[in-house]
């Protein structure tokens, strides 16, 4: 990393398609400043290292806030000796008071300052915060188009109330604790990895408080091809919405819902390979 020419710099939570045309201009020898904010929860943690073949580096938003245009740049110098370019979006502000811009980097950077233009979706800007709405309203064909990816939580297996299995179907308990939005309450189309296999499972997965049955708020994914063995740790990757969560008079009901579910699942999932 330290001997990158090329640099991009921002938030980047969730790695968009907007996010990656800046990384399309970092040539080989590029890396990814991270400037962490606290608040990623699209790709919270190190989980933007899934979707760049780049090297990331994390500063702290406590680092640079303080510093000046020529303080901040005197900071990148002296973590990328090497540097050449620098790559930030049209809208990319930093420092003390967000009171500097790409006019400042290209009149005080030798190098190369590389300004990409706004990019935008059938005419709707691309940028996290819109993401993270689209989620909250369950919008998840929405919030995938603009990722240029389904989106996607991991999670820790966690037990369940032990209903699933004996009159409901079998389901895979996750505990989300690593930060990552959830989206709205429902059930959704989902596809299903298991600890570190290759491959996605075809699934159908339900997020929110089981007010049908004991109430508590539960993540769990339920396999369309059957049950698994051992599962240490899941991801679920959201492929479309299927219906908001509800509270049925019976098990009996829940159940038949489920068996919509499945099959609203199976269907769609099915489509999508061929
Ligand atoms: C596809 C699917 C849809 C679900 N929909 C609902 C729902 O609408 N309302 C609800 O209260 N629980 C719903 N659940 C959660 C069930 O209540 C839960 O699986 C059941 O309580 C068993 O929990 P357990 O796995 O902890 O034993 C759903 C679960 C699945 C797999
Ligand atoms: N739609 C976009 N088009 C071009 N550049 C973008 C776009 N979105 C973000 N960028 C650039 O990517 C870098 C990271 O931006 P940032 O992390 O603020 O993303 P964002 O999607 O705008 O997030 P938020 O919605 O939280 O403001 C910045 O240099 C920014 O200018």
């Known amino acids: 990393m330290k001997n990158s020419t090329a640099i991009a710099i921002g938030g980047f939570d969730g790695m968009?398609?907007?996010?990656?045309?800046?990384?399309?201009?970092?040539?080989?020898?590029?890396?990814?400043?991270?400037?962490?904010?606290?608040?990623?929860?699209?790709?919270?943690?190190?989980?933007?290292?899934?979707?760049?073949k780049y090297p990331i580096m994390y500063l702290q938003l406590d680092?640079?806030?303080?510093?000046?245009?020529?303080?901040?740049?005197?900071?990148?110098?002296?973590?990328?000796?090497?540097?050449?370019?620098i790559v930030v979006g049209y809208d990319f502000h930093f420092g003390k008071d967000r009171k500097y811009n790409f006019d400042d980097l290209k009149e005080l950077f030798t190098g190369e300052v590389k300004v990409v233009d706004e990019v935008s979706l059938n005419g709707d800007s691309i940028h996290s915060h819109k993401i993270r709405a689209k989620l909250g309203i369950g919008d998840i064909k929405g919030a995938n188009a603009f990722l240029g990816h389904?989106?996607?939580?991991?999670?820790?297996?966690?037990?369940?109330?032990?209903?699933?299995?004996?009159?409901?179907?079998?389901?895979?308990?996750?505990?989300c604790k690593d930060?990552?939005?959830?989206?709205k309450e429902g059930v959704?189309?989902?596809?299903?990895?298991?600890?570190?296999?290759?491959?996605?499972?075809?699934?159908?997965?339900?997020?929110?408080?089981?007010?049908?049955?004991?109430?508590?708020?539960?993540?769990?994914?339920?396999?369309?091809e059957?049950?698994?063995?051992?599962?240490?740790?899941?991801s679920i990757s959201f492929v479309s919405f299927i219906r908001d969560n509800k509270k049925f008079d019976s098990i009996d009901e829940l159940k038949k819902a489920i068996k919509s579910?499945?099959?609203?699942?199976?269907?769609?999932?099915?489509l999508l390979q061929l």
């Open 16 to 52: 968009h398609i907007g996010h990656q045309h800046l990384f399309a201009e970092l040539g080989e020898q590029g890396s990814i400043v991270v400037i962490e904010t606290g608040y990623a929860n699209l790709t919270p943690k190190k989980e933007r290292e899934h979707f760049s």
């Open 188 to 224: 959704y189309v989902t596809l299903t990895r298991i600890d570190n296999e290759e491959h996605y499972h075809p699934s159908v997965s339900f997020v929110g408080h089981r007010v049908t049955t004991d109430g508590s708020f539960a993540v769990e994914s339920h396999i369309l």
């Open 261 to 270: 579910d499945i099959a609203i699942a199976s269907k769609e999932l099915k």
């Open 150 to 175: 389904n989106y996607t939580i991991r999670g820790v297996r966690e037990s369940g109330q032990g209903i699933g299995k004996k009159e409901l179907v079998a389901t895979i308990n996750l505990s």
């Open 63 to 85: 680092e640079i806030r303080h510093l000046d245009a020529i303080g901040f740049i005197e900071l990148l110098q002296s973590k990328f000796p090497n540097l050449e370019k």
């Open 226 to 234: 059957g049950e698994v063995g051992n599962v240490e740790k899941a």
């Open 179 to 183: 930060g990552f939005l959830l989206p």
